[in-house]
């Protein structure tokens, strides 16, 4: 499986972009991608994941900004981020792993596979 980010950029405080992540292989359908960054001198964060079934999770500090949904048919997973903060500014990585059922979704330990990251950058 190999992952492709894609969608970061330059952007203004308050202002939105959309993060792409293609997978290659046949086990999308079933997989659970989430979105984690990593800001310099900081540790990787979970942003957002969403299972097989398309139940969604968050985490506390992109919670009503941020929005995770997957296309199947494209074996794409998009992250839509809005009402962007200067705090939100990291490389901005996608994961996937193929179980069915992954008992935590939070944990970057849980995937085997990483995209190559893509960094967002919010102008103050």
């Known amino acids: 499986v190999q992952l492709q980010a894609s969608g970061g950029g330059l952007v203004q405080a308050g202002g939105s972009l959309r993060l792409s992540c293609v997978a290659s292989g046949r086990t999308f359908r079933q997989s659970t991608i989430a979105w984690f960054r990593q800001a310099p001198g900081k540790e990787r964060e979970f942003v957002a994941g969403i299972r097989y079934n398309g139940h969604t999770y968050y985490g506390d500090s992109v919670k009503g900004r941020f929005f995770i949904s997957r296309d199947n048919a494209q074996n794409t997973v998009y992250l839509q981020m809005n009402s962007l903060k200067p705090e939100d500014t990291a490389v901005y990585y996608c994961?996937?792993?193929?179980?069915?059922?992954?008992?935590?979704?939070?944990?970057?330990?849980?995937?085997?596979?990483w995209g190559q990251g893509t960094q967002v950058t919010v102008s103050s």
């Open positions: 994961a996937l792993d193929e179980r069915l059922i992954l008992s935590s979704v939070r944990q970057a330990g849980e995937y085997d596979y």
